[in-house]
T-cell receptor
Framework: EPEVTQTPSHQVTQMGQEVILRCVPISNHLYFYWYRQILGQKVEFLVSFYNNEISEKSEIFDDQFSVERPDGSNFTLKIRSTKLEDSAMYFC?????????????FGPGTRLLVL | EDKVVQSPLSLVVHEGDTVTLNCSYEVTNFRSLLWYKQEKKAPTFLFMLTSSGIEKKSGRLSSILDKKELFSILNITATQTGDSAVYLCAVNSGSARQLTFGSGTQLTVLP
């Protein structure tokens, strides 16, 4: 069964460093999302991406964040200058197009720790 | 602001028990409600509900939506230790179909 994959599974970085989290969505999906989950808290929406542009973003998704689909398969989240509070599990999700197919499928996540 | 509230926050039962997990929501543009199971990492999809009163069923799990009263329940019958997980309720309401999640219910099934 096709699945969303994410790399790396864990990332440790120093405050102020840039990190890039990578995702490979399910191959025929057209809508892509990033969510994060701070330890012990809710899963929160960050950004959605369709047709090579951001379609919606939350208040969390400030200028430090960016997303890109550099080729036909990868979908990346970049954090330009990490802060301690960026430590969280980051999930990528994707879904197919169409009103009847709103189910989002999640990847296994990248656990980011900012020291 | 869209809101999803789950109850109880945690539940401990013994194998064979039946459990009911609750999810209520207040959103501006409801499209669908989804249930996920989260064990170690990624939420795994269980059900998507769009219409009131139609029960979705998969083995020992079932779920139903009430769009008038703005809630959904997830039932698990004859629980097993493998059902131990966090069960997440999420509502699809945004223009980009983004999900708003509840805090989850931590279910622990004891042998």
């Amino acid at each position: 069964e096709p699945e969303v994959t994410q790399t790396p599974s864990h990332q440790v970085t120093q405050m102020g460093q840039e990190v890039i989290l990578r995702c490979v969505p399910i191959s025929n999906h057209l809508y892509f999302y990033w969510y994060r989950q701070i330890l012990g808290q809710k899963v929160e929406f960050l950004v959605s991406f369709y047709n090579n542009e951001i379609s919606e973003k939350s208040e969390i998704f400030d200028d430090q964040f960016s997303v890109e689909r550099p080729d036909g398969s990868n979908f990346t989240l970049k954090i330009r200058s990490t802060k301690l509070e960026d430590s969280a599990m980051y999930f990528c999700a994707s879904r197919f197009s169409g009103r009847a197919t709103e189910t989002q499928y999640f990847g296994p996540g990248t656990r980011l720790l900012v020291l | 602001e869209d809101k999803v509230v789950q109850s109880p926050l945690s539940l401990v039962v013994h194998e064979g028990d039946t459990v009911t997990l609750n999810c209520s929501y207040e959103v501006t543009n409801f499209r669908s409600l989804l249930w996920y199971k989260q064990e170690k990492k990624a939420p795994t999809f269980l059900f998507m509900l769009t219409s009131s009163g139609i029960e979705k069923k998969s083995g020992r799990l079932s779920s139903i939506l009430d769009k008038k009263e703005l809630f959904s329940i997830l039932n698990i019958t004859a629980t097993q230790t493998g059902d131990s997980a966090v069960y997440l309720c999420a509502v699809n309401s945004g223009s980009a179909r983004q999900l708003t999640f509840g805090s989850g219910t931590q279910l622990t099934v004891l042998p």
